[in-house]
Each structure stands twice: as structure tokens, then as C-alpha cells.
DNA sequence: TAGATTGTTAATCGATTAACAATC
DNA sequence: TAGATTGTTAATCGATTAACAATC
């Protein structure tokens, strides 16, 4: 129907990265920023953010670079962060409250509308402003409100089951903190896995072996700064 | 000196998650799997398994498969899970209390030693059995003490200049959860990233692509279920 | 032994980098 | 105009998949 190129999540995973750095430039007054100067900030090559971003369209300027509030529209507009998909949070234990304070649903393209938890103790209390409410009335609450989303804060033998209760409501995308994959299941879901002890087990494994001599080679390829005779690295 | 094959990052950060199957395996009584069995249960390839463990050494028997235990045991090793680091924790707010409630540090190659937060309100009181310490005091005690890992919870704008005394006292592994990128600086530590904000932003762009056309590609390759001719795909 | 499944090499596929014409 | 920097194609590099001989 549209263009619909192919998009890789390779290039889906940096985007929130460039627009955490056009932001920045954007808060500190800088208006106008060439993929060479970009490059420099983040790391990465001018050849890639060029790419990248000739994915969704053609948003520089030949010779000026690119508009910085301009260019963090157009991310924002990609990433979908003016979508306001109504999110329920599940589990109000320690990670739950911490993600609730911690993250700016609203400016992330959600909203958080319900919290539920299973335990007795917690049921009722006020939390953001929300009143936690029993797991056992989730499905009711679905069938009703229709939640697009949802963050799954629960320990892995609870959480399957919560899953399929709310994809038989219809939820559609997962911010998954169990102890469990949730990708492969409905196929016509999406899903974001946050493995905190798989994340701390590969801090683990790289300090380990940059301990030994045994390398782990530098993440995708190590950014040769200025060692290059192209144009792009002048 | 020793045989050095350098290992990919890619190849790295699939580990943790062969490692939390195999333990599920184990713990549920079993004792031997063959690569086409668990990459059907993983949703990855069994010609990719065998790869992956072949970096580190020739696990498995031919006509057989691999022995779970004996797999737990080498992936915990290669992981580095028996290390015991030394670590200290930065930031007690929620996120910093929820990561050390949530995270099981023994069982990941970790010892915390000692909890940092600038809050007068926090500073002294007690958090998993450690006395929350006053962050102007680090300095002395890293240069005492000699941790050699840190966990960032802290706010951006602290995070940075917090990094750069871990680092001056000889810190090299950080477990980064602070709003900015820690890998750039510091080339001979090892940095881990958990971006929150990011994660969410990258679910939001997927449900974003998925309700348009504009399709975004299934994570690395699709697996093919059952629609191969080769002996892996019996 | 025959069957199964690994370890490992070769083929394919995809992602990154380099290069340069287009153009502001 | 001349200089700068993009958009885009081509070349390279790396990672995944396929295939099969080795061998338990």
C-alpha cells in the first residue's frame, strides 16, 4: 500500500539513541547538526546515521546538514511518542513502583490508565495516584477499558498466565521485566524483553574476559576516530 | 598466549539467555538436549547453538547432544558467575532499591559491598541489611576498599561526575541504569547500558509499525518453523 | 552396526562502511 | 561560484544458516 520498506531493528534500536542526542543538542540551543558532527557525539559513523535515517525519508540538507528541532520531530514522529497508547502496569512489588517513578510514560507515546497486583497488602494503595487493583478483576477491566499495552512487573510463574489473559483481551504490546521470554507467543504482538540478571550477567562475562586475554571483540565495530582518508571523517 | 578466538558481542549477549534455559532444563529434571530441541524451545536455530557454544570449546558428544549440567556448569563459567566482584550500588531512590531487591547479585558473579546515595533523608538508614553511606564519602572509601564494579542508578546529571571518581579509583565495570551513555569514556572498563526510557521508546515504535504497514522486520531472521529440508530441521 | 548429533567448513544473507554524484 | 554535506549506490565485512564429514 505505502512505500513500506523493510525496516531492521538493528536500525530500530538506535533510534531512541539519536533522538536522546538530538534532544540534547536540541535543549542546549543547537539548531543545526551534519551526521559527521553527530557521529563524533555518539560514537558511532556519519555513513550509518546517514543510513539510518534515509530509511524514513530524506530530512538534511546538502551542504547545511540537518535541522535539529526539525530532525527531533520527525524521530519523535517515527518512534510513535505522540501515540498515547493506554498501558495497565502489572505487579506493584519494588520493580513495579520503581519503573511507575522512574520512567516518563507520557513522553514515551504511553499512558499508564490501571496498576494491579495479587497481594492483599498492596490492593488499595494509592500509587502515582492510581489505587492498585486486584489482578482478579484484570480480565473484567480489559474486556472494558481495552488497554493497548501493557508491563508485565511480576515474578516468571505468574506472569505467563497474566500474559494470556491479556492477550485474550486483546492487549497487543509487551514491556516484559520477568524472568521470562515473552517474544515468542502471539505472533501478532510485540514485545520488549527487559532481562535485568541477563544484562548483569553479560557485565559479568565482558569483565571476566577483560580479565583474562580471552577478548570479547568491541561492540559492533570499533569507531576509528580520525585514522580514515574519506571525506566523511575530514 | 592462550588460543584468544575472539568472541562477538553478539555471540556474548546470547549466553546469559542459553544459560537461563539450560538451568530450567536442569532444574526440572533434565539431563540431556540436543541443539535442535533447544533451539525449537529458545525460537532460535540449532546450527546457531552449536556455533555459539564452539567459541568457548567442544561441549556436546556427537550422537548425543550436550549434557545440561555439565553445559550449566561451563556457560556459568564462561559467564564468570563464581567471580564475586566487588560492587557498589549508587543511588538508593526507587529505581536503586528495586534493582537491589529485584537482582539477585550473588548468583551473577556479584558481591555488594556497600549502598551510596547523596540524600540526607536516606543516608544512614538501612537497605538490605547495608547502611545507606554518604556519597561524599566514595571517594575514601573505593580508594580503601577497591570495588571493582559500580551500579549506577543515579540522575544524569550526578551519574557523570559520580562515573568519573568511580573511575579514577580504579572501578572497572559499570552497570549503567543513569540516563546516559557510560561507553564512550573509560576504554579499558566494561560498561552494561539499561536504558528504560529507550527500551520503551523502541515497544512504542514497534506497536507504532505494527499498526501501520510500515513493517518492521521480525528481530534478527524469522525462524522458520518446520519449512526446511536439512537435517537440523528434522 | 546403524542412527543420531555434534564440530566445523562453506554458502548465504544482512548490516556497516566507503565513495561519490547531486545539490544546497 | 566554491565549499560543504547530503542521499544513495557499491564494496566490504561480519553474522547466520546450510551442509556434511567425523564420531559417539
Known amino acids: 500500500m505505502s512505500k513500506s520498506k523493510k525496516i531492521s531493528m538493528s536500525v530500530v534500536r538506535r533510534l531512541p539513541r539519536y533522538y536522546r542526542f538530538l534532544l540534547e543538542l536540541k535543549n542546549s540551543g543547537v539548531y543545526r547538526v551534519s551526521s559527521q558532527v553527530l557521529a ?29 528541532p526539525k530532525l527531533c520531530d520527525e524521530l519523535s514522529s517515527i518512534l510513535g511518542l505522540d501515540s498515547h497508547y493506554s498501558a495497565v502496569l502489572l505487579g506493584a512489588g519494588n520493580l513495579g513502583r520503581a519503573v511507575l517513578n522512574h520512567v516518563d510514560f507520557a513522553s514515551r507515546g504511553f499512558r499508564l490508565t490501571a496498576v494491579f497486583d495479587s497481594n492483599p497488602a498492596i490492593i488499595g494503595t494509592l500509587i502515582n495516584g492510581m489505587t492498585v487493583l486486584d489482578v482478579s478483576t484484570l480480565e473484567e ?41 515473552i517474544s515468542m507467543k502471539y505472533s501478532d504482538a510485540v514485545s520488549e524483553n527487559v532481562h535485568l540478571n541477563d544484562s548483569l550477567m553479560t557485565l559479568c562475562c565482558c569483565m571476566t574476559a577483560s580479565n583474562e586475554d580471552s577478548q570479547i571483540k568491541p561492540n559492533p565495530v570499533k569507531h576509528r576516530r580520525g585514522a580514515s582518508k574519506t571525506k566523511d571523517k575530514a
Open 40 to 68: 563524533e557525539k555518539m560514537g558511532s559513523s556519519a555513513s550509518q546515521i546517514r543510513q539510518d535515517l534515509n530509511c524514513f525519508g530524506g530530512f538534511g540538507q546538502q551542504g547545511y546538514g540537518y535541522d535539529v
Open 141 to 181: 477491566y480489559c474486556l472494558s477499558e481495552k488497554p493497548q499495552a501493557a508491563v508485565l512487573c511480576l515474578p516468571k510463574e505468574s506472569a505467563e498466565q497474566v500474559a494470556d489473559i491479556l492477550y485474550g483481551c486483546g492487549v497487543r504490546g509487551f514491556w516484559n521485566f520477568s524472568h521470562y521470554d
